[in-house]
């Protein structure tokens, strides 16, 4: 089972960019899905989630600027970020709750960085 997650880069202030997360291997289904990110010096913060349902939930810095969607059909979820800000500078990590005929349990991809310029 692998998290794959692409998008990040440098954009401007201002400008947008879109993360997407890929979920590959022997999986069931797919529960929870969400982004998450770690600037440097600070501790991972959850960025928005993502239920099976579709409901969504964002962090109070990043709502009416990121919208989360997913795609049940490619097992795909995606990250939506406008009006970025210096301060959405990190590494961008994605997280599934997954069920595998192994088990149930939690999946990081390895990250992505986007870097803001002001």
């Known amino acids: 089972v692998q998290l794959q997650a692409s998008g990040g880069g440098l954009v401007q202030a201002g400008g947008s960019l879109r993360l997407s997360c890929t979920v590959s291997g022997s999986i069931i289904s797919i529960d929870d899905m969400g982004w998450y990110r770690q600037a440097p010096g600070k501790q991972r913060e959850l960025v928005a989630v993502?239920?099976?349902?579709?409901?969504?939930n964002y962090a109070d810095s990043v709502k009416g600027r990121f919208t989360v969607s997913r795609e049940n059909s490619t097992n795909t979820m995606y990250l939506q970020m406008s009006s970025l800000k210096a301060e959405d500078t990190a590494v961008y990590y994605c997280?599934?709750?997954?069920?595998?005929?192994w088990g149930t349990g939690d999946y990081w991809g390895l990250g992505t960085l986007v870097t803001v310029s002001s």
């Open positions: 997280n599934a709750h997954l069920y595998t005929r």
């Open positions: 993502i239920t099976s349902a579709t409901s969504t």
